[in-house]
């Protein structure tokens, strides 16, 4: 983002289901960086099928010279 910006949400439902995403960005030493975090667990749709899951990444760009 070329201006500095967050998001977050939240869901929740059946069988301990529960979702947490995050987004923020803004510009950083002349470039621009975004952050993606993602949480999500369940109880599954079976006994003994637990889910639960963290996905995190980050970008990040920058301009390498003039003739890129």
């Known amino acids: 983002p070329s201006e500095p910006e967050a998001r977050i949400s939240v869901a929740g439902g059946n069988r301990g289901y529960l979702e947490v995403d995050a987004l923020g960005g803004a510009p ?10 993602n949480r999500r667990q369940s109880n599954g749709s079976r006994d003994n099928q637990d889910l639960e899951l963290l996905d995190i990444f ?3 760009e920058w301009d390498i010279g003039d003739r890129q």
């Open 28 to 37: 950083v030493a002349g470039g621009r960086v975004l952050l993606h975090v």
């Open 58 to 60: 980050l970008k990040g």
